[in-house]
């Protein structure tokens, strides 16, 4: 039987930071497509080079890239048991492409857990958002809300910090309004099919990982304390 978890919520919602403690409480690896494309933008990859104008202008790249992607990662041998999926599916289109690949393995989407803030919080969150820049470390800062000990640096690795190009606020007004256009449509989708849970997003990570772990508890046994 596998678990496999959907986190849906907008750009800043901190679904990537929820997603990372629930990686670890449920031992599922966490796929991230943001951190994928990210990835081969770093690398210089063809792939890279096709989606970096792209994500730049906080457009989301074409569904059969990332369904590719998705398609590929969730079949390696650590997803046997099921997977984490973060920024993936943001689209009507990339949801059906999932529940038919989910269903040719026998499996479908176990939950979808809606991280809900509002938009203003939204922009103040990803504007003064920090990450290390050390793909290893991963630590994510907030200017004001959590800075760093040195302006700059990261506290765990002393690596630089850097500002995602979008998160720039201009190209998260766009982010959030393709959030709105083409993926919160997703929640009629999952709540249609009784999946759908909503989660408040507003608060410090602690708060808002006790609201996720109540909700993802009755259905998994294993998570750590359960
Ligand atoms: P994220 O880190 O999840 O905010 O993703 C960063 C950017 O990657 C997005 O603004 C999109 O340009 C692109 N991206 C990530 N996941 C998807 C997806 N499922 N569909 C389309 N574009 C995506």
Redesign the pocket.
Known sequence: MMTNLVLLGP?GSG??TQGERLEEALELPRL???????EAVAHGTELGRK?AP??A???????A??VGI?RERTGKSDCAKGFIL??????IP?AEELERMLAGRGTSVTMVMNVEVADEVLVRRCVGRRLCSNKECGAIYHVEAKPPLKEGVCDLCGSPLVH?A?DREE?VGE?LK?YHAQTQPLEAYYAERGVLRGVDGVGTPDEVFERVEAVVKPLVVGISGA
């Open positions: 750009p679904k990537g991230s497509t943001g951190d994928m494309l990210r989606v792209i994500m202008a906080g457009a989301l790249v074409p569904d890239i990332v998705i973060d920024g993936f599916p943001r689209t990339q995602r979008d190209a982010r393709a």
